[in-house]
């Protein structure tokens, strides 16, 4: 083998090689862009599902006041109607 040929042959495997480290990187980086992007809407889907569970139960508590309020309005009915009648005899 001539001299030649040898530094063709190594200039030609050190191409290939920074090639295949190239490959190896971008691959590398294509998969931590992927699996963040996966995080990032996994947080985004989690933060979604906690802002409707905090609304539901704040309807939830507004519910029950109101059923409270209807209970204390339909007693203040029933006084009146009383009074009224107490009035009227």
Same mark, same amino acid.
């Not at 947080?43 to 309807?59: C, D, K, V």
């Given at each position: ?40 809407? %996994? ?7 906690? *802002?409707?569970?905090? &609304? ?5 508590? $507004? =519910?029950?006041?109101? %059923? ?7 007693? *203040?009915?029933?006084? &009146? ?5 107490? $009035? =009227?005899?």
């Amino acid at each position: 083998m001539t001299t030649q040929t040898i530094i063709s042959a190594a200039a030609f495997t050190l191409a290939f090689g920074s090639n295949i480290v190239w490959l190896f990187i971008t691959y590398g980086n294509f998969e931590k862009r992927k699996l963040s992007a996966e995080r990032d809407f %996994n947080h985004l889907r989690n933060n979604q599902q906690n *802002i409707s569970q905090g &609304i539901a139960h704040g309807f939830d508590e $507004i =519910e029950a006041k109101l %059923n409270t309020m209807a209970r204390d309005l339909l007693e *203040i009915k029933i006084w &009146i109607m009383r009074a009224k009648k107490q $009035i =009227e005899e």
